[in-house]
């Protein structure tokens, strides 16, 4: 279970890492809207699948789901991802 834990755990950070890069590099940190090509307030493994971190292999959309999918709907909704986005900083 530990193991498990710490996985999770850097998968987050794999992922709060790549967000922050890209606003680094002057991309600006990742819009909602933006992300959610179908405006239906939900990010599906579709359009986390079309982010350029996991296009470049540092992420799973599996592995963001479990992380970021707190009421396990299989997207991870505005607030959702608003809440994690705090916890990294980014708001």
Same mark, same amino acid.
Do not use: C, Y
């Given at each position: 279970?530990? #193991?498990?834990? #710490? +996985?999770? @755990?850097?998968?987050?950070?794999?992922?709060?890492?790549? +967000?922050? %890069? @890209?606003?680094?590099?002057?991309?600006?940190?990742?819009?909602?809207?933006?992300?959610?090509?179908?405006?239906?307030?939900?990010?599906?493994?579709?359009? +986390?699948?079309?982010?350029?971190?996991?296009?470049?292999?540092?992420?799973?959309?599996?592995?963001? +789901?479990?992380?970021?999918?707190?009421? %396990?709907?299989?997207?991870?909704?505005?607030?959702?991802?608003? %809440?994690?986005?705090?916890?990294?900083?980014?708001?």
């Amino acid at each position: 279970m530990k #193991t498990i834990t #710490t +996985l999770f @755990a850097a998968i987050a950070m794999s992922f709060a890492a790549q +967000l922050v %890069s @890209a606003q680094g590099m002057g991309m600006g940190a990742p819009d909602f809207a933006t992300m959610d090509t179908d405006s239906d307030g939900e990010l599906s493994a579709e359009e +986390l699948a079309a982010l350029p971190f996991v296009q470049s292999g540092n992420a799973q959309v599996d592995e963001i +789901l479990t992380n970021w999918d707190t009421d %396990s709907s299989g997207t991870v909704s505005e607030a959702e991802f608003n %809440s994690r986005a705090m916890g990294m900083g980014m708001g």
